[in-house]
C-alpha cells in the first residue's frame, strides 16, 4: 500500500468523482440508491453543494447553499469540468431522517443529525441511548461506504470511460438543456 | 458525552492488529496506563490522554463502563493551555528589565533571554488552567471498525499516536484510496487498476 499522506493527496479525485456520480446516482437511477440500502425513502441533495474545477492551471470554487436552491449553477460548473468536493444530503427512510456534510477528499461527515433518541433521565437509560445512536449513526457510514463500493467498482471497470462517463456526460448536458 | 450531541462529525479508521488475550484487561490497562493527566497548577501546557465518556472529568476505566453492545464507546481528551502573546511579552519585558536592574549592563545574551522566557512560561502555565476539549470514539472490535467523532486535524493525529501507543494496535485512517484499497473487497487487477487510474472529465463531453 502507498504511503498514506501520498495516497491521500494523490487520489483525493476519487472523492471528487464519487460525489460527482453520486448526485448523477441521485437524479437518474434511484435504484441503486435503494439497493445500497432497503430502508432507503430517499436520498436527496440538501442545502449545500461544493464544487472545484481545477482545469487550466486555475482553482475555482463555487458554493451553492440554502434549502430548495436551484442547482444549476452547479451544471453548469458541471459542464466546464469541475467536480463536486463536499454536499450536503438528506437521507430518508419511511419514518425519519438524517441529514449531513459529507466531504470528497476525506469521505469524513459532518454536522449529522440522525433523528432524535431517547431522553438519558437516569444512568440505566444510558446504554440503551449510546446503542440507539450507534445504529442510527451506523445507517449513514454503512450507506456511504454501499454506495462508495458500487461507486469504486464502475470506476475501475473497464467501461467506465465509454459507459458511466458518457451517461454523466449525457446527464449534464439534458438537465442543463431541460432548465 | 459526544456521541449523544444533535449533531457529529466523524472519521472513519480501521484497527489492524491483534490484542493480546484476556483482550478486555488489554485494553483497560492501555485506557488506564494513559489516562488523561490533569496538569492545571502544573508547568505543563499539554496533556493528552483517555477519558471515560459520560465523566469525562473523573475517569476510572474500573468502575465506569465503557463496552455498549458489542461496542466500546470511551473519549479523547485533550487538555491546552494558551497565553496570549501580548500578556507572555509584558512578562518577559518586566522579567528583563528586573535582571538588567543593578547591573551595568545593557543587554542580557541570548542564552539569559531564553531562560528568562522559559521561567516566564514556566510561571504563567502553572497558574492558567487548561481548556479541555472531548472527542468520542467508538470501537467495533469485531470488525476492526473505529468511529472518531472528530474531523480536525490535531485530534485525528493526537488520537493515530495515542491508539498505537496505547494498545500496539495500528489505526489507518479511511479516504477514497485506502476505502477502495481495504473495504471494497477488490480483486488485484483492480487494486492495479486503482493504482493507474487518473481524473475523468465529466463536462458534458465538451472535451471529449
Same mark, same amino acid.
Request: hydrophobic share 55%; charged share 10%; proline share 8%.
Given at each position: 500500500m502507498l504511503d498514506v499522506s501520498v495516497a491521500y493527496n494523490r487520489y483525493k479525485f476519487l472523492g471528487h468523482e464519487f460525489l460527482t456520480w453520486l448526485w448523477y446516482t441521485i437524479e437518474t437511477d434511484p435504484d441503486i440508491l435503494t439497493k445500497a440500502d432497503?430502508?432507503? #425513502?430517499s436520498l436527496a441533495i440538501g442545502n449545500r453543494v461544493v464544487l472545484e474545477n481545477s482545469r487550466h492551471n486555475r482553482e475555482e470554487t463555487i458554493t451553492i447553499r440554502g434549502d !430548495? #436552491? !436551484?442547482l444549476e449553477e452547479g451544471l453548469i460548473a458541471l459542464k466546464k469540468g469541475g467536480k463536486v468536493t463536499e454536499v450536503n444530503l438528506v437521507y430518508c427512510t419511511a419514518e425519519h431522517e438524517w441529514r449531513f456534510n459529507l466531504k470528497g477528499e476525506s469521505l469524513a461527515v459532518s454536522s449529522l443529525k440522525t433523528p432524535q433518541t431517547g431522553k438519558v433521565e437516569k444512568k440505566e437509560d444510558l446504554e440503551g441511548a449510546v446503542l440507539e445512536r450507534i445504529y442510527l449513526v451506523e445507517k449513514i457510514v454503512s450507506l456511504i461506504y454501499t454506495l462508495y463500493t458500487y461507486f469504486i467498482a464502475a470506476r475501475l471497470s473497464a467501461d467506465w470511460d465509454r459507459r458511466t462517463v458518457f451517461r454523466i456526460n449525457k446527464w449534464i448536458d439534458s438537465a442543463i438543456a431541460g432548465k | 458525552m459526544q456521541l449523544l450531541s444533535s449533531t457529529l462529525s466523524l472519521t472513519r479508521y480501521r484497527v489492524n492488529g491483534t490484542l493480546a488475550e484476556p483482550v478486555m484487561d488489554t485494553i483497560r490497562e492501555g485506557l488506564k496506563n494513559h489516562v488523561i493527566r490533569e496538569i492545571d497548577n502544573d508547568p505543563a501546557s499539554k496533556s493528552v490522554g483517555w477519558t471515560t465518556s459520560d465523566k469525562p472529568f473523573t475517569p476510572d476505566f474500573e468502575a465506569d463502563s465503557f463496552v455498549f453492545g458489542t461496542s466500546l464507546v470511551f473519549s479523547l481528551r485533550i487538555d491546552k493551555k494558551s497565553i496570549p502573546a501580548k500578556i507572555v511579552n509584558k512578562h518577559y519585558q518586566t522579567a528583563m528589565r528586573k535582571r538588567l536592574a543593578g547591573t551595568d549592563r545593557e543587554h542580557l545574551s541570548k542564552n539569559e533571554k531564553r531562560e528568562i522566557k522559559d521561567d516566564v512560561l514556566h510561571r504563567l502555565y502553572v497558574r492558567i488552567p487548561a481548556t479541555p476539549s472531548m472527542y468520542d470514539l467508538v470501537w467495533h472490535m469485531e470488525a476492526g471498525d473505529l468511529w472518531f467523532l472528530s474531523n480536525r486535524k490535531e485530534a485525528n493525529e493526537e488520537l493515530e499516536t495515542l491508539f498505537s501507543k496505547s494498545f500496539k494496535l495500528s489505526i489507518v485512517r479511511i479516504f477514497p484510496y485506502t476505502a477502495a484499497q481495504? *473495504?471494497?473487497? *477488490?480483486?488485484d487487477e483492480k487494486i492495479d487498476a486503482l493504482h493507474k487510474a487518473f481524473p475523468a472529465a465529466f463536462d458534458g463531453g465538451a472535451h471529449a
Open positions: 432497503p430502508d432507503l #425513502a !430548495g #436552491a !436551484g | 481495504l *473495504l471494497s473487497g *477488490l480483486a
